[in-house]
């Protein structure tokens, strides 16, 4: 992409995200019933901003997050040269929409989404630039129709570009968010992907557009069947532990944390994945043959 073309692109890929946000936010306050997602729009110091959508205490969502946010600067951080020593000495521009759902019901999965770009520049060299994204869930009393649906949905979004797309980012997506220390995934997986150039830039950002449109497909559904169902103490003690695995992924793995906490993002968008509440205990056991004990059987790569 020469300068001019560059820049465009970047427009096509803002006003996509932008849009993006305003649609996910208009349809999760639907299906809560009640809450509402207040805006904080911020300004980086160093260059860009965004403005971080925040739904607290709602019917269904005990509180979600939907951010945009878009920097620039003249380095590329530390997080990303490590890998890619190419990105030395070049400035940057990082945006994208990220999301996490964390609903009251423990029935109800904990949700996921991000789809981003990247482009690096340096007078008088040809632009580096790349997508990536995903999407996964984190269920605390998995339901088979529900997994299914989420993986149907992955699978379609992947469909139109190529027979080994969605095989290929469902194991990426299953490698990533895997928990070395606990020997086990987050949840049961879905998409990931990052990198994404050698198509060239119209294909990779439809592949894009139809992973970032494919999450409330995915979603929405699984929320709508299980909002309703009565739960007990237990199972809400269940969840709150579980939910310490989450900030045990986001604060010792999560690649993107890293990167917005580098490049000097806003800590509190950066951290508005975190549940509202959580819980460690030690040595926790479930009883054998219980259903949290049955939660073990998913938090495994799976084919499905």
């Not at 959508?53 to 590329?76: C, D, P, T, W, Y």
């Not at 045990?248 to 000097?264: K, P, S």
């Amino acid at each position: 992409m020469n300068i001019d073309d560059t820049n465009k692109a970047i427009e096509k890929v803002k006003a996509f995200l932008l849009a993006l946000q305003d649609n996910i936010c208009q349809t999760l306050e639907l299906v809560d019933g009640k809450g509402q997602f207040v805006e904080d729009s911020w300004e980086r110091e160093l260059g860009g901003g965004g403005r971080s959508r925040v739904l607290k205490n709602g019917a269904v969502i005990e509180q979600g997050g939907v951010n945009f946010s878009h920097v620039f600067g003249g380095a590329m951080p530390a997080s990303a040269t490590a890998s890619r020593p190419e990105l030395a000495g070049r400035s940057f521009q990082a945006m994208g929409v990220s999301l996490v759902i964390h609903p009251h019901n423990p029935y109800v999965p904990t949700s996921h989404a991000n789809v981003r770009f990247f482009i690096a520049e340096k007078p008088g060299e040809t632009p580096i630039w790349w997508f990536g994204g995903g999407f996964d869930l984190t269920p605390f009393y998995p339901f088979k129709e529900d997994v299914q649906h989420w993986h149907d949905t992955a699978k379609k979004c992947c469909a139109p570009f190529g027979d080994d797309i969605y095989a290929r980012y469902k194991k990426w997506c299953d490698d990533y968010f895997y928990l070395k220390h606990r020997d086990e995934t987050r949840g049961v997986g879905g998409l990931f992907f990052d990198d994404l150039n050698e198509w060239g830039f119209d294909k990779s950002f439809e592949f894009m557009q139809s992973v970032g449109n494919g999450y409330l497909d995915a979603y929405v559904p699984v929320v709508e069947r299980r909002k309703g169902m009565s739960y007990s103490e237990r199972e809400r003690q269940f969840q709150l532990y579980r939910r310490g695995r989450y900030v045990e992924f986001n604060l010792v793995y999560d690649r993107g944390t890293l990167f917005g906490l580098q490049t000097g993002g806003r800590t509190e968008s950066i951290l508005m994945s975190m549940p509202p509440l959580a819980r460690w205990e030690y040595g926790f056991e479930a009883p054998a043959g219980s259903a949290e004990a049955k939660l073990a059987n998913w938090l495994k790569s799976t084919d499905w």
